[in-house]
Nanobody, 122 residues
Framework: QVQLVESGGGVVQPGGSLRLSCVAS????????MGWYRQAPGQEREMVAV???????NFAESVKDRFTISRDYAKNTVYLQMNSLKPEDTAVYYC????????????????WGQGTQVTVSS
């Protein structure tokens, strides 16, 4: 019913920038929360940044002042602008959507994208 497709990952040098995009497809009326999580090898998945429909945002302490999140509500799209990237930002980045409304039905379970690799290395 709902598919999330990420794009924009890649390899970048320390101090560089990348912009991730995620499009949610399906007969979606609205999405309450969209955001980004990441998982590095051997580590648990962690929240990076999320934004609610009201525009409230939350960031991991490790990315504050370096990453920004934005949404295009008409396109059911969420972006993650990553600046001043560090080697410790290397991970698979996953798009997440929670609270999806489809034809007046509310779905509370989280939806996940397939992930996009971000590698920060010199």
């Amino acid at each position: 019913q709902v598919q999330l497709v990420e794009s924009g990952g890649g390899v970048v040098q320390p101090g560089g920038s990348l912009r991730l995009s995620c499009v949610a497809s399906g007969s979606i009326s609205s999405i309450n929360v969209m955001g980004w999580y990441r998982q590095a090898p051997g580590q648990e998945r962690e929240m990076v940044a999320v934004e609610t429909r009201t525009g409230s945002t939350n960031f991991a302490e490790s990315v504050k002042d370096r990453f920004t999140i934005s949404r295009d509500y008409a396109k059911n799209t969420v972006y993650l602008q990553m600046n001043s990237l560090k080697p410790e930002d290397t991970a698979v980045y996953y798009c997440n959507a929670v609270g999806v409304v489809i034809a007046d039905a509310f779905y509370g379970m989280p939806y996940w994208g397939q992930g996009t690799q971000v590698t920060v290395s010199s």
